[in-house]
């Protein structure tokens, strides 16, 4: 399934009209707040939809933050999920539901 991101190679986290560049260490905050980490302006996001972070055992993984819309990986609801390289995350069950991507170099954004 798509390139591991598990390496030391520069991650990011992509959507349809932006990139963020993920650090090992630190958890990242999804959400429509502003003051999230990554802030996803959008109807169906939560404001703190979710976290993404890096585990040594599993690599970048995804954590519902008890959105009220959820999180699918590849179209399967998750509270929890590795992200393994061209993953896509939504948050939220509809097809107009910000797609994010997970990938390590060349990226596109799963619609």
Same mark, same amino acid.
């Given at each position: ?21 993920? %650090? ?11 003051? @999230?980490? !990554? @802030? !996803?302006?959008?109807? %169906? ?5 979710? %976290? ?43 097809? %107009?539901?910000? @797609? ?8 596109? @954004?799963?619609?």
């Amino acid at each position: 399934m798509g390139q591991d991101t598990r390496a030391a190679d520069v991650v990011h986290l992509i959507s349809d009209d932006a990139a963020w560049p993920l %650090e090992v260490g630190r958890t990242y905050r999804l959400g429509r707040d502003p003051h @999230c980490d !990554i @802030c !996803i302006p959008h109807q %169906e996001v939560s404001r703190a939809h979710a %976290e993404v972070f890096y585990d040594s055992t599993s690599g970048w993984s995804i954590r519902d933050g008890r959105s009220l819309n959820g999180v699918y990986v590849d179209g399967r609801k998750v509270s929890q999920a590795s992200l393994d390289g061209g993953a896509g995350v939504a948050l939220g069950p509809s097809p %107009e539901a910000r @797609c994010v991507g997970l990938v390590s170099m060349a990226c596109r @954004c799963l619609t």
